[in-house]
């Protein structure tokens, strides 16, 4: 009987600018840990502590805890959790980091007690658990987050996971200043031209051809975002920058990464990537913002024991 397990969880970047609230990817950097221990008290969770991030540690309002309790409840309460929590995915950073904890969650939930369910059904509990920061149980951050790779999540059904795109290096830009997702949202329209509703879907396919093609430059060209990003952009100091200095740099496709601040660009061979990566850090440092950057692959794997 195992007393301790250790989670790793990836950051994900969801929308992709042509998929809104429908898709996602799983980003090999960055992730985070999450170390889940078995207690006596049955149906009891408790977080031990939180590292690197202030977030509050009482059971019913913590995105990992709630997750982590849906699940234990759905197998019967066998024992306790106690939970410590490494963050390295910063709230509110538009990268995951709640669907990174609620993925971590479930999985040292599911290892701790040697339930044996797929990735794909510890979604639901999962989303208990997003769902209280999000406000919404939309899955295209909590779905790659779990099965790793990109994954299209349809409005009923299961997520459906497309070929990754092996030759995309992502550099993933983090402006650290707050957005809040019902920000983020409000600006949004109700309605949009059916024009623009109709290009957006064919981008949409033509993404997802590509990426059945692996044809990573075809997939780039394909991430054209009119409904979404116009909007969001605003938020975002210096964006129109960013994205003017990223595709000087060889960028080939970027956008906003979920609701925000987070932006990522896609370039098709790491030299590009350092440098579009060192342009964008020079940016930030001269507009006095704080930020951080990675270079990231599409993870293939989502969250896993790594202890």
């Not at 007393?3 to 970047?13: D, G, I, K, L």
């Not at 849906?70 to 950073?93: A, H, R, T, V």
């Not at 996971?161 to 949004?188: C, F, G, N």
Request: hydrophobic residues 45%.
């Amino acid at each position: 009987m195992k007393e301790r397990v250790e989670v790793w969880a990836p950051a994900t970047v969801a929308n992709l600018n042509v998929g809104f609230d429908a898709l996602g990817c799983a980003l090999s950097a960055p992730g985070e840990r999450m170390i889940v221990h078995r207690t006596s008290e049955p149906g009891v969770v408790r977080i031990r502590a939180i590292h690197g991030a202030a977030l509050d540690m009482h059971p019913e309002r913590n995105v990992a805890s709630i997750a982590a309790k849906s699940l234990l409840q759905s197998l019967g309460n066998p024992c306790g959790l106690e939970m410590e929590i490494f963050k390295s995915i910063l709230p509110g950073s538009g990268i995951g980091s709640s669907a990174a904890s609620a993925a971590a969650a479930v999985v040292g939930v599911n290892e701790l007690l040697d339930a044996g369910l797929r990735p794909d059904e510890l979604i639901p509990f999962a989303l208990d658990g997003e769902s209280f920061a999000s406000g919404a149980r939309h899955a295209d951050n909590v779905a790659p987050a779990l099965l790793g790779g990109l994954v299209i999540c349809p409005p009923e059904g299961p997520p459906i996971a497309i070929p990754a795109l092996e030759d995309w290096s992502m550099v993933v830009l983090h402006p650290q200043i707050p957005i809040k997702t019902a920000d983020a949202r409000a600006v949004l329209p109700g309605q949009v031209p059916l024009k623009d509703a109709a290009t957006q879907a064919a981008w949409f396919g033509t993404f997802v051809a590509a990426c059945h093609r692996g044809d990573g430059t075809a997939a780039a060209y394909a991430l054209e975002d009119l409904l979404v990003g116009p909007h969001r952009s605003k938020l975002i100091p210096h964006f129109d920058e960013v994205r003017t200095l990223a595709f000087d740099c060889g960028a080939r496709a970027g956008g906003i990464s979920g609701s925000g601040p987070s932006t990522f660009w896609v370039a098709l061979d790491s030299a590009a990537a350092e440098n579009i990566k060192e342009a964008l850090s020079g940016l930030m440092q001269r507009h006095a913002v704080p930020f951080s950057i990675h270079i990231s692959a599409i993870s293939g794997r989502g969250a896993h024991c790594i202890s």
